[in-house]
Nanobody
Framework: QVHLVQSGGGSVQAGGALRLSCKIS???????TAWFRQSPGKEREGVAA??????YVDDDVKGRFTIVHDNAQNTVDLQLSRLKPEDTAVYYC????????????????????WGQGTQVTVSS
């Protein structure tokens, strides 16, 4: 069974930056990966996803967040910059076994494996 363990996160001021990491064991090479977030009063939403060289980024974070899938390190990182208070949320990494089946990369039920969640708090 594959396991996802997250690290990083924390509290920063608006305009700052953070890097979240997701370690996939035993290997990340066979998975389509993504990052989601959950904030108070909102449903969990997809923010970024990647499969090989194809990347998807939600409009709310486009130009500020970058997803990096590194198969050499078996990690999927999310680089967050120019953070805003509305970015405050619990962030989750997710993985889906690769296949030729078409799916929505920003739907929760597209993924079968999840990390434990990491809190990101941005103060104004």
């Amino acid at each position: 069974q594959v396991h996802l363990v997250q690290s990083g996160g924390g509290s920063v001021q608006a305009g700052g930056a953070l890097r979240l990491s997701c370690k996939i064991s035993p290997s990340s090479a066979d998975y389509f990966t993504a990052w989601f977030r959950q904030s108070p009063g909102k449903e969990r939403e997809g923010v970024a996803a990647v499969n090989f060289r194809v990347r998807y980024v939600d409009d709310d974070v486009k130009g500020r967040f970058t997803i990096v899938h590194d198969n050499a390190q078996n990690t999927v990182d999310l680089q967050l910059s120019r953070l805003k208070p509305e970015d405050t949320a619990v962030y989750y990494c997710a993985a889906r076994p690769r296949s030729r089946v078409t799916f929505d990369p920003f739907r929760e039920d597209s993924y079968s494996f999840w990390g434990q969640g990491t809190q990101v708090t941005v103060s104004s």
